[in-house]
């Protein structure tokens, strides 16, 4: 299937410093992807080249197929980035028909309703985007990114500085266009909670290269290593805990009877020994209240990639 973001090795100097160093990942129509990094990782830069703002030195990059900076590409692609870009004394309608036309697809007062519609905004159509709320703001950037029906969103931090009210609705939209129009939605954050809880798949750019990538369940299970967690009704005593310590396959880690009330975390050698880690647990005596799966949270593994390596 054609991909409808394709970055294949790209790279990038600027100023005669290497930016890029070969970064590679695909997103498909109907999915949230999170592209993330720290400080310099070098996300702007692949936007740019999404964009068509800077070319890539090496590799290649495409929007449904066309290459990045070509006007066919343009035309695939919606995006917010730099900012809101809206005229404060134009109104929301005004906002829109503005940016249909530089798209060269002049939109029917019906298409430009429509889609403000879609962001929440029909009763605003006549007001000016200069009285309009910061998260109003946002959802009317989105719309005006949208407005030539383009098959591709980038949006760079796109709840960045909205309330928590408005950062839901935004993210409510983003989930509405993925899933329901079937548009890709490449969205940059350094909010891991929003990450995880609307994006399918991310990458994690790092000096220039995505050093982490692939479906969020998926890395979860993996770097969590398929471990397990057993919470228990009160602290636990010595004779629990050393009955689970006595057998190296369950794989306990950490040390659990110095702090009191913490869950029991196990990476068994084999998924198949979790209801005997169970069945040893409750033998000696624990009073068990869950067991879940001990996957690593977004943050968790973001922090033990950057924090591993400025460590090292
Ligand atoms: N036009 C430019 N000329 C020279 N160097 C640049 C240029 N644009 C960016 N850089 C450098 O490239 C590196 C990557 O910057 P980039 O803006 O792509 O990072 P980022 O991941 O988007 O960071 P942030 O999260 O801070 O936005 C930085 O060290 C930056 O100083």
Redesign the pocket.
């Known amino acids: 299937m054609e991909h409808a973001i394709a970055v294949d090795a790209v790279t990038k100097k600027?100023?005669g410093?290497q930016?890029l160093r070969g970064v590679t990942f695909e997103v498909g129509k109907g999915q949230v992807f999170g592209f993330l990094?720290?400080?310099?990782?070098?996300?702007?830069?692949?936007i740019r080249i999404m964009l068509g703002l800077f070319a890539p030195d090496s590799g290649r990059a495409t929007i449904m197929g066309q290459d990045c900076g070509t006007d066919r590409a343009r035309q695939y692609l919606g995006f917010v980035v730099d900012g809101d870009g809206l005229y404060d004394n134009a109104t929301a309608e005004d906002n829109l028909a503005y940016f249909a036309r530089i798209y060269q697809r002049p939109a029917s007062r019906e298409r430009i309703r429509e889609v403000l519609g879609l962001v929440d905004l029909a009763d605003r159509a006549d007001s000016p985007a200069g009285t309009f709320s910061k998260g109003m703001r946002q959802r009317l950037a989105i719309a005006r990114s949208l407005i030539h029906d383009p098959d591709v969103l980038i949006l760079d931090e796109p709840t960045s500085g909205v309330d928590p009210s408005a950062q839901i609705e935004i993210r409510q939209l983003l989930l509405d266009i993925a899933r329901n129009q079937g548009k890709a939605v490449l969205l940059s954050s350094?909010n891991m909670d929003e990450v995880q809880r609307i994006c399918d798949r991310i990458a994690l750019?790092y000096k220039g290269e995505v050093v982490l990538s692939g479906s969020l369940d998926e890395l979860s299970a993996h770097m969590g290593r398929g471990g397990v967690v057993v919470r228990t009704d009160g602290p636990v005593p010595q004779a629990v805990w050393g009955a689970v310590a006595a057998r190296p396959d369950f794989g306990l880690a950490g040390e659990p009877w110095r702090e009191p009330g913490a869950p029991l975390e196990f990476t068994p050698a084999d998924p198949a020994l979790v209801p005997d880690i169970v069945r040893s647990l409750t033998e000696a005596g624990a009073r068990i209240t869950a067991v879940e799966r001990g996957g690593m949270s977004l943050e968790e593994m973001y922090t033990s990639i950057v924090r591993r390596d400025r460590t090292a």
């Open positions: 600027l100023d410093r930016i990094g720290p400080n310099g990782a070098g996300k702007t830069t692949t350094h750019l």
